[in-house]
């Protein structure tokens, strides 16, 4: 049986011993539903205005930023000629902030993004957060 597993939201086949086969941490099969999802969201993208943690009304933002490098190729590059002429690669040239202002009301705008924000993905350039199921269903 298919469970959204409570840790990386992905819907998955527990392992025998109970543990999640993508992040390997337990799965209470019984604990409490999961109202949460990963969603992609990109930089201006329309949000609804409800808070993305617990869907009550928001009344401010909490906001997901991230420094993501272009390519990794490139960044590999800049690694060595950073190493070799650091005076000239200091900085975060190249790399790219991706910053979006999530919605959130007075109890979650205050959320350490490290709470809700998942990486990104290199090719869209979408992050990816973790939101309310019904904040994830008013997107559409
Ligand atoms: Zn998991
Ligand atoms: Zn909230």
Known sequence: ML?????????????????????????????????????QIREGMKL????????????????????AEREEADFALRFILARLLPSVFRGTSGAKVIRVDMPACRACEDKP???????????????????????AAAMK
């Open 48 to 67: 609804p205005r409800v808070c993305f943690h617990c869907a009550a009304e928001a009344t401010g933002h909490a906001m997901a930023k991230l420094v």
């Open 113 to 135: 993004q490290s709470a809700f924000l998942r990486g990104w993905d290199p090719r869209s350039g979408f992050l990816r957060v973790v939101v309310h199921r019904d904040f």
């Open 3 to 39: 469970v959204q597993c409570p840790h990386c939201f992905n819907r998955v086949l527990l392992r025998n011993d109970e543990t999640c086969p993508s992040c390997q941490q337990p799965v209470d099969v019984n604990g409490p539903e999961i109202v949460h999802k990963i969603v």
